[in-house]
């Protein structure tokens, strides 16, 4: 008996969304505040998606097309988003931890006042996208197209961008090593008011 509970509790965490919720997003592409956790959306064409508020905890969005969708304080930890196409979505607040994301499309996307934590983007385009008061923890966006990039309020002490592209990119108000604001000027970036340290 104690094996049969064990076998049932596997299996629900391994399908922990909620079935409703999931039915309720795939017919109209909007589930505000819903648990869709671990869902399977890869391959999909998910455009002008409202996931306002979601919990998005290892979803899988691999090859999906989410472009201009809505997705304000979603909690993204573990997802998957390689190959995911999030041009001009709105990431605000948004919770990225953990996250797969090499090839992703985030080209015009708002990542304001979102938490970026434990990420390796490879081949991640940033061209356009807004980072206000943004918070990295050990984030590499190392070899990232980044041109045309805002970049305010932001301490860059633990996001790794050697490589990166950062053509016309605006920094602003951030914190960086002297290294990194050698880096930016050589990479013709429009920087100011900026701090930068030993």
Known sequence: MKYFILIILLISSLYSYNQEDLEKYLSTKSCEECDL?????????????????????????????????????????????????LRASNLEASILINVQCDNTILKGANLSNATLENLKCENLSLWATKFLDTSFDNVDFSNAGAAYSIFDSVNFTDLKIDGAIFWNAKVSNSILSKQKCEYLEKEEALAYENRCED
Do not use: C, H
């Open 37 to 85: 956790s671990m869902a399977n959306l890869s391959n999909k064409d998910l455009q002008n998606s409202n996931l306002v508020g979601a919990n998005l905890t290892g979803v899988n969005f691999q090859n999906s097309n989410l472009l201009k969708s809505n997705l304000w304080g979603t909690t993204l930890e573990n997802a998957n988003l390689n190959n995911t196409n």
